[in-house]
């Protein structure tokens, strides 16, 4: 298989002769080192194959053994090429295309982002994209270690991140940083102290001891578990309360909605600016003058061909025209805007608390509109407090 190819590169001719002495023509062909392949007699008629450049030198052979040769065919790179010597836009053509098969792995073609939660891919991408790694990049120009260290400083969400480069693509491994339970180390001795007001249901005495009973009511800050013991000797000692205490508790959520109010909406009206990034240029596609009142959101659309991305990325920016209007809101319209906002309260405030029941309550005036919320819950209400031990 190589040796036919190395053949076809350098191009070969197909011949046949005819005459008294083919035999003869044979050896001197060797004599002279002159390869010959694929070697046919029939009929009196010799068919073989030499390189090109060898056949000039067979004529001579070919008169000294009474051989007349005829050329059969001409195949190979050399006769390929030849017929295409006139279209100089098709050489061209194909230079091009094979720089740019050259040239196109060099870049950037897509940017992946895997392990973010809560920190979304664009906000990863666009520092990613200010630091140097972005569709269009040299890759060559990508100092993974130095980013990486940039990344986190501009990232303070991330505790660990790896850039890795497979082939034109980038995949930007990260792992967010958990936030730190505010815990007083177990080594240091603290009490257990109620975090807010409630009636205890049950208390639960890992450590420490217990400072109150069930159905006991229980003020915010009050005395849970205390750290200091008695030892089997009497002393007293301390150590590091812990335990958990669940109580019935009241909580109350309230929220004032305005009647008249100032809103923003959209016209409708909207105006388009499209550029183009090809290998880190960028490029505008339209210019448009932007007049005030408008507002902008950004979209971003690497373009692909099939399942491969291109390093080509088509930003467009609309912008939308927005007028502020007064508004004055029915009370049903009030009150879904207040039962929205109570939603977002629940879910911030109350999101490890197991609510038993709630009551609302809904006054109206001719200004605004308040909603207040009574909730029953069940919670565990001890929170750490530190012992400050001195020496006496």
Same mark, same amino acid.
């Given at each position: ?17 005819? #005459?008294? &002495? ?25 068919? !073989?194959?030499?390189?090109? %450049?060898?056949?000039?030198? &067979? ?18 790179? @050399? ?6 010597? *006139? ?27 895997? *392990?973010?939660? /809560? ?20 890759? %060559? ?33 990260? %792992? ?43 003020? %915010? ?11 089997? /000797? ?6 590091? !309360?812990? *335990? ?7 909580? /109350? ?30 490029? @505008?596609?339209?210019? !448009?003058?932007?007049?005030? #009142? ?74 605004? &509109? ?19 031990? /001195?020496?006496?």
């Amino acid at each position: 298989m190589l040796l036919r190819s190395i053949r076809w590169v350098k191009g070969y001719v197909l011949f046949q002769g005819d #005459g008294m &002495l083919p035999e003869r023509f044979l050896n001197l062909a060797a004599r002279a080192g002159i390869e010959l392949w694929q070697i046919e007699s029939t009929g009196g008629i010799l068919r !073989a194959r030499t390189a090109c %450049k060898n056949y000039k030198r &067979l004529r001579p052979l070919a008169v000294k053994s009474r051989m007349r040769l005829r050329v059969k065919g001409r195949k190979g790179l @050399p006769f390929y090429t030849r017929r295409y010597r *006139g279209r100089f836009g098709l050489l061209a053509g194909a230079a091009v295309f094979a720089v740019t098969l050259w040239l196109l792995p060099q870049f950037v073609w897509g940017v992946q982002v895997h *392990g973010n939660v /809560t920190l979304s891919e664009d906000e990863v991408k666009n520092v990613m994209a200010e630091l140097g790694v972005a569709p269009g990049a040299m890759i %060559k120009n990508i100092d993974a270690e130095l980013i990486e260290q940039s990344a986190m400083v501009r990232l303070p969400d991330v505790s660990w991140m790896a850039i890795n480069i497979q082939g034109s693509e980038v995949t930007i491994e990260l %792992k967010e940083r958990a936030a730190p339970p505010n815990m007083i180390p177990d080594e240091q001795p603290c009490n257990m102290v109620a975090g807010y007001d409630g009636q205890i249901l049950r208390l639960e005495v890992y450590t420490g001891s217990a400072a109150v009973k069930e159905g006991e009511a229980v003020v %915010k800050g009050q005395l849970l578990i205390s750290g200091v013991q008695e030892d089997e /000797t009497g002393a007293a000692k301390v150590v590091h !309360a812990s *335990g958990r205490a669940i109580a019935s508790t009241r909580r /109350t959520l309230r929220v004032e909605v305005p009647l008249q109010q100032d809103v923003v909406t959209a016209t409708g009206k909207t105006i388009v600016r499209r550029r183009i990034r090809i290998l880190g240029a960028q490029l @505008p596609l339209n210019l !448009a003058v932007i007049p005030e #009142g408008y507002v902008r959101r950004s979209v971003a659309r690497q373009v692909q061909f099939g399942e491969i991305r291109l390093p080509v990325t088509i930003y467009e920016e609309i912008w939308e025209e927005q007028k502020t209007k007064h508004v004055t809101l029915s009370p049903q319209e009030a009150e879904q805007q207040a039962r929205l906002q109570i939603e977002t309260m629940e879910q911030s405030q109350l999101q490890n608390v197991t609510i038993k029941n709630k009551e609302e309550q809904l006054q109206i005036d001719e200004n605004s &509109l308040q909603f207040t919320v009574y909730y029953t819950c069940e919670e565990d209400i001890a929170v750490e407090n530190g012992i400050v031990v /001195t020496d006496s």
